[in-house]
């Protein structure tokens, strides 16, 4: 029996995580033995977490007539463990459980202030200051935080689960109603291979509104938004209401949907094989360089190799493609009549009579021209507003994977010495 192990989330690939538009791709271990870069399946299932149902050395599936735990048999069913299950295998089960817990709040939760930060960084063609390194961007977080509340950069939130939900089922479905693979096999052939990246554009093609409704909401400003007014449920409203076009009207700056399928699902596919393709070679590195054979009931063997590798192929990714990213976002936003936080130090803190708050009031006429005017007004630095937030998202999940690692690899001595 396989077990499938987590990978990042921000699909287009990984993960991380940190874009919900898009599905992610998770490797699959077989439970009898070490991970071999021949066993390695592309899956883009929701992940399970480590060691919450992961089957052990000398464990069995069990039967649907068998009750759990029958003769104490090691495996047997699901509850409590059998008296022949070792303490140390059920320490390592709630470790790897708990390696995944840490890996999937981080990525989701934790590190959500600093993907609004970039967002807003990204879309503030006014600003000064482009945040290119992480201690600018955190200056700001701050500032802007302690002028508006907790809630200033924890905003949109639920509306980015609410989209990675409709992404990863509208790829379920497309998969089950057409031939496009939702999954690699291990010999794959060039057909299969381009009907699965297909099958990724076309989800992020699919989720798109709801996608450009999210991004409203994480960039607004708390200053302008109406609490009294807003619902949980209003990405789903308002990406129906963009995609029919029906609604409160709009500036005439808005670009139709069909401007961006294109710039979407182009990102989508890059992301998703950039990631895929970094942590199979970080892996397949991990593999080589390792100086003993792996031990799969160790959980730093069994989990970490592929979380850090899950966080290095999403890592890689979203720095090639941020540049896209920004493009993509920009016109995503254009002719919404958002307005968001002024992203520079001063005007963040609200010095001089500055404002704190700042419309959004491009008028880019498509991707192409997106691009042309970010280089000849900005400069190529302009592609890369906000890009400390996300050194400072992938630097705290890395930081508290490390100290996860850290932890567990106390327990174990711990254990192993009582």
Excluded at 45 to 58: A, C, F, Q, Y
Excluded at 92 to 116: D, K, M, W
Excluded at 126 to 135: D, E, G, I, Q, S
Excluded at 294 to 316: H, M, T
Aim: aromatic share 8%.
């Amino acid at each position: 029996m396989a077990s499938r192990r987590p990978d990042s989330f921000d699909g287009l690939g990984f993960r991380g995580r940190d874009d919900p538009l898009y599905g992610a791709s998770y490797p699959v271990r077989s439970a009898g033995g070490p991970t071999e870069l021949q066993q390695h399946h592309w899956v883009t299932t929701p992940p399970d977490i480590p060691g919450s149902r992961n089957l052990h050395h000398g464990e069995r599936t069990p039967q649907r007539d068998e009750p759990p735990g029958e003769h104490g048999a090691p495996g047997a069913g699901w509850g409590a463990p059998g008296p022949g299950v070792p303490p140390a295998e059920q320490l390592n089960r709630f470790a790897g459980f708990g390696i995944g817990l840490v890996s999937l709040f981080t990525e989701n939760v934790l590190a959500h202030p600093c993907i609004v930060f970039r967002r807003q960084c990204q879309v503030n063609y006014h600003a000064r200051c482009y945040h290119l390194t992480p201690f600018s961007a955190v200056a700001v977080m701050y500032s802007i935080t302690k002028a508006q509340g907790l809630k200033a950069l924890w905003k949109g939130m639920g509306s980015t689960f609410i989209v990675h939900g409709v992404s990863l089922g509208a790829e379920g479905l497309m998969s089950e109603f057409t031939p496009l693979p939702r999954e690699l096999p291990h010999r794959w052939s060039c057909k299969q291979l381009a009907g699965h990246l297909l099958l990724k554009g076309l989800t992020a093609v699919v989720v798109l509104p709801f996608y450009c409704a999210s991004l409203i909401e994480t960039v607004q400003s708390e200053i302008v938004r109406d609490d009294s007014s807003s619902g949980l449920l209003d990405c789903v409203r308002e990406g129906l209401t963009r995609l029919l076009g029906v609604g409160a009207p709009h500036s005439h700056r808005l670009l139709p949907l069909s401007s961006v399928l294109l710039p979407a699902a182009l990102h989508a596919i890059l992301r998703y094989a950039i990631a895929s393709s970094v942590q199979r070679a970080a892996l397949w590195l991990h593999q080589r360089g390792r100086k003993q054979h792996a031990d799969p009931s160790n959980p730093l063997d069994a989990y970490f190799p592929e979380l850090a590798a899950a966080w290095a192929g999403s890592l890689v990714a979203d720095v090639l493609l941020f540049p896209l990213e920004t493009a993509l976002h920009r016109l995503g936003l254009q002719g919404t009549r958002t307005i968001i936080d002024a992203t520079d130090g001063v005007v963040a803190a609200g010095n001089a009579g500055s404002p704190l708050v700042l419309p959004v009031n491009t008028q880019y006429d498509g991707f192409s021209d997106c691009l042309h005017a970010i280089r000849r007004k900005e400069g190529p630095a302009g592609f890369y507003r906000g890009f400390g937030a996300l050194a400072a998202q992938y630097a705290l999940h890395g930081a508290l994977l490390a100290a996860a690692r850290t932890l567990l690899r106390l327990l174990l001595l711990e254990g192993r010495a009582g």
